[in-house]
């Protein structure tokens, strides 16, 4: 019987043909149940293996929430993880670097075993969804035969390098910072050093600090490419940065060091990840990123710990080996040439306008492919491999914002390649433009998701193509999350989305907070706080008066987070109050179900609405209370008030927590009270536990109030504002389920 | 590759064209609806309905999609072609049962959406394709035995004399041929 395990006999090499047939083994013992369902799920999670929505067996139809009887039965993959329940499969493509040859596998396995789709994810890595857990052996194979690995795409490990995708060519760069991120890729992949972190670790290469092609400021670490002159030489280097990140609440990345030299940078890495694995958070995943240790020790203790790592390692040869069969020069298919020129007004020009950048070289260009929600099928991807054989060095690169960029373009082709482009479906113009907007799989299929973040980034983007925009609103960018967690990038968006919901008489409404402040340039140079929650089919709505008040009381060449800086976003959140109000279920019911998803929005049993007025109970004035505290907190923290911030924030999340009690008909007013009372009946009984970050956003308020005294920094008063919108948030919920 | 061996191509696939309406791209945002309601009614006999996805920001290829534990289902658009799709996911059995088991899915199928959709289809033409490059590489010698397993597979399945033609395509594409039955699967 042919198996691809024969088939692909030799084409793999043997230490991961036998990794992979070690997790066929693995697969085994654990439908034998000889294995523990949680030590499982870890290891297929570092293979790349992860779950997806409804793989708890249960899902709502929009009338009932009903069953699903995988045919395996009870035999898990995970905890309340069904065997049989279709999952996702990360690959590891660092730097986003995919040849024709990989692109054309990747085309077969999308077929054979996904849903037939491609899918670019903010990491440059790509996703399958709907895959069965017994096809991810084989898949793995074929993908190892074309040196793709999904080893620790997902779980406690090193994720996907990324590294700018125009490295190489852009104009502001350093210098090319490819081999940097293959060669950091390979050395860590299967580490030991790699193999004991208390939640992923993540990294970026950019060639600038100026642009955000790989968003240094929100990694674990963060490398800047940078030179300098040593003894008349100029030697390579990076600046590197630690503890950044985004997820719920996010830090900023701290400078480690200003020049790290080429030579250094493999051990400097592998000393970090050792002191991550020693010090790093095991059993609170919620306090478990590097940001926490380098919060604990403070960077300059944290600076010293890592030189001090760095003196114990052996050296090691293949720190610099990595760099010798490097040389950065031109590869390119076609001689350099002009391009003829499109007449105005035609789709061709308007594509040149948004999708073309010209390279360093001359005569040459990138063209960024763009693609809807980071999709691309199995016809296309096999269109791309033409492509990159027929016009480009043979490659082409994913990129963080869910696209392709095609390099090497000789102006002369810009036509004809054009022209292929549309006759595969990969022609859209509007690249990196307002149109273009970066979303997580939210409600889609992540387990996570709270309202539909690919159904509203759809109509948006199909309402923005359609338009023919002012200039300095087509350059903003629009990212959504589908919950608090920042896979969509949110904070640092222009405008930024996530996911919430909210229930009213009875009824759960989608929603989504607007973040405003974020700065995506830079390498993601600020991040933006949420303004107010708006109802999903209200979101177009409130973000067209947003626009419209920023194009006309904008000043000369003032940007979009200069004015919100300006007019404040105390303005804004009066100026979007209105989209906020949901009409009654009897007046408009599309408001209760969410973008291209007709089900009504729900999780379980439903109340009857209120015909003759709105009833609203004592919690949700007090949920309304908190959120107003929560929003002072955000104008002092605007006006640099860090002391008053932090204690805004703090009285914000006493206020949810006693609205909470109120629920529970409990009447207290003193802080001491409503902590202790709040500690009993919604921490101890976890009934405030979120279901899958547990107790995470009770601490918040815990923390706060222990710390009620201390006087805030800055950055320490941002996060507990920061904190005090998700405790906010987690209150809503509780109160939904209460 | 001998006859018996073409038997363990998995993931059949079965694309069953759309005439009415034309274009057939206007019955996608109706379909999203019309599969979530099959999901709430459990409409498809022996498949375990999971989830619709909504891939209609695509240009080509599948755009509405209704995931099932077996099988996926779709309103596809591949090769300019609009039609509903069938994917044999994780059925079991011979080809030649396999395709018995998707004929007649692909046919319930079809009568479950014909209606609230409108939709019209050439009901005695099938594109049929292996969506398994192990046991069914695209290569010509194996795409004319393939034809004759397929032929003899839909006789036993009660399409006796369908006129099967292997495609001339792009060899990296799944083997594909299209399928002329003498009796309409849907009318």
């Known amino acids: 019987m042919a198996t691809w395990k024969s088939a692909l006999a030799g084409a793999i090499s043997e230490p991961l043909a036998e990794e992979i047939d070690g997790f066929e083994t693995q697969m085994i013992l654990r439908r034998q149940g000889a294995l523990d369902e949680a030590v499982f799920a870890e290891l297929r999670l570092r293979r790349g293996v992860y779950g997806q929505r409804y793989d708890n067996g249960r899902r709502h139809d929009g009338l009932v929430s009903r069953s699903l009887d995988f045919p395996s039965g009870e035999t898990t993959k995970g905890p309340g993880t069904y065997w049989d329940a279709p999952g996702m499969m990360r690959l590891k493509i660092p730097g986003g670097l995919l040849s024709a040859e990989q692109l054309e596998v990747l085309a077969e396995l999308a077929e054979e075993y996904a849903d037939g789709v491609l899918h670019v994810t903010t990491r440059q890595d790509i996703q399958f969804h709907f895959v069965h857990i017994e096809d991810t052996p084989d898949l793995m194979r074929r993908l190892g035969a074309v040196g793709i690995s999904t080893r620790e795409a997902c779980g406690n490990s090193v994720r996907n390098i990324t590294a700018c995708p125009i490295s190489g060519v852009c104009a502001d760069e350093a210098f090319d910072v490819t081999p940097y991120a293959q060669g950091l890729n390979a050395y860590l992949l299967g580490h030991q050093a790699v193999q004991d972190f208390g939640r992923k670790f993540k990294i970026s290469f950019s060639g600038c600090g100026g642009s955000a092609c790989a968003l240094a400021n929100i990694h674990d670490i963060g490398f800047v490419a940078a030179t300098r002159e040593v003894d008349g030489q100029t030697r390579r280097g990076f600046r590197a940065y630690v503890g950044g990140g985004l997820g719920a609440v996010p830090h900023s990345a701290q400078l480690l060091s200003e020049f790290v030299d080429e030579q250094e940078l493999l051990p400097l890495t592998h000393a970090i990840c050792l002191l991550f694995a020693e010090h790093g958070e095991k059993r609170n995943r919620a306090r478990a990123r590097l940001k926490f240790v380098v919060a604990k020790f403070g960077i300059d203790r944290f600076r010293e710990m890592v030189a001090e790592k760095r003196q114990t390692l052996a050296d090691d040869p293949r720190w610099s080996t990595y760099l010798a069969p490097f040389v950065e020069q031109p590869v390119a298919s076609q001689a350099p040439g002009a391009a003829s020129g499109a007449s105005r007004g035609t789709a061709l020009s308007h594509w040149q306008q948004t999708n073309v950048r010209r390279q360093r070289q001359s005569g040459y260009s990138t063209v960024t492919v763009a693609l809807p929600l980071g999709d691309f099928t199995g016809d296309q991807s096999r269109a791309l491999a033409d492509i990159a054989r027929s016009y480009l060095d043979g490659t082409v690169r994913l990129t963080v914002e869910q696209n392709i960029v095609l390099r090497w373009v000789s102006d002369a082709d810009l036509a004809t390649l054009y022209a292929q482009l549309a006759d595969a479906g990969l022609a859209q113009p509007g690249a990196e433009t307002i149109a273009d907007i970066t979303s997580c799989p939210g409600t889609d299929t992540c387990k996570l998701g709270i309202s539909s973040s690919r159904g509203l980034a759809a109509e948006l983007r199909s309402r923005y193509l359609a338009r023919t925009l002012d200039p300095a609103i087509a350059a903003l960018r629009v990212k959504v999350s589908g919950c608090f967690n920042s896979c969509g990038q949110h904070h640092i968006a222009d405008i930024g989305f996530y996911g919430v919901s909210r229930k009213l008489n009875g009824y759960t409404v989608p929603h989504f907070q607007l973040v405003i402040g974020g700065k995506w340039a830079e390498n993601g140079g600020a991040y933006g706080l949420a303004i107010g929650a708006i109802p999903s089919k209200n979101v177009p709505h409130a973000l067209s008066m947003v626009l419209d008040h920023y194009a006309t009381a904008r000043a000369e060449q003032e940007s979009f987070h200069d004015f919100v800086r300006r007019v404040g976003k105390a303005e804004l959140k009066t100026l979007i109050a209105p989209t906020t109000v949901v009409p009654s279920y009897f007046e408009d019911r599309s408001f209760y179900s969410d973008w291209g998803d007709p089900r009504e929005y729900t999780t379980g049993d439903m109340g009857q609405g209120e015909c003759a007025g709105e009833v609203i109970s004592p919690v949700q004035f007090g949920l309304a209370e908190s959120e107003k505290e929560a929003f002072s907190a955000q104008l002092a923290l605007d006006a640099g008030q860090a002391e008053q911030a932090a204690q805004a924030a703090y009285r914000a999340m006493l206020a949810a927590a006693n609205a909470l009690l109120r629920g529970k008909q409990l009447i207290v007013e003193e802080a001491e009270q409503i902590v202790d009372n709040f500690r009993r009946l919604f921490i101890d009984t976890e009934l405030f536990f979120d279901p899958y970050a547990g107790g995470k956003f009770a601490n918040y308020l815990l923390t706060a109030h222990d710390a009620r005294d201390e006087l805030p920094s800055l950055d320490s008063a941002r996060r507990r504002v920061e904190e005090a919108q998700l405790f906010i948030e987690a209150a809503h919920a509780c109160h939904g389920r209460m | ?187």
């Open chain 2, 1 to 187: 590759m001998s006859h018996l061996e073409i038997e363990h191509a998995k993931r059949l696939c079965l694309k069953l064209p759309i005439i009415e309406p034309s274009p057939a791209a206007s019955i996608t945002d109706g379909a999203i609806a019309v599969f979530h309601q099959l999901i709430q009614r459990q409409a498809l006999d022996k498949e375990l309905m999971i989830d619709v996805v909504d891939y209609r920001h695509l240009a080509q290829g599948s755009q509405v999609l209704l995931i099932c534990h077996h099988s996926h289902y779709a309103l596809d658009f591949a090769d300019g072609v609009a039609g509903l799709l069938y994917r044999d996911r994780r059925a079991q059995g011979s080809l030649s049962e396999r395709l018995s088991l998707g004929l007649s899915r692909l046919k319930a199928m079809a009568e479950a959406i014909i209606e609230p959709l409108a939709l019209g289809f050439a009901g005695d033409r099938l594109l049929l394709r292996l969506e398994d490059r192990l046991w069914a590489p695209n290569r010509s010698e194996v795409a004319q035995q393939a034809q004759t397993v397929i032929a003899r597979a839909l006789e036993a399945a009660g399409h006796p004399d369908s006129a099967v033609v292997a495609l001339e395509e792009d060899r990296r594409r799944a083997l594909g041929f299209s399928v002329k039955l003498q009796r309409a699967l849907i009318v």
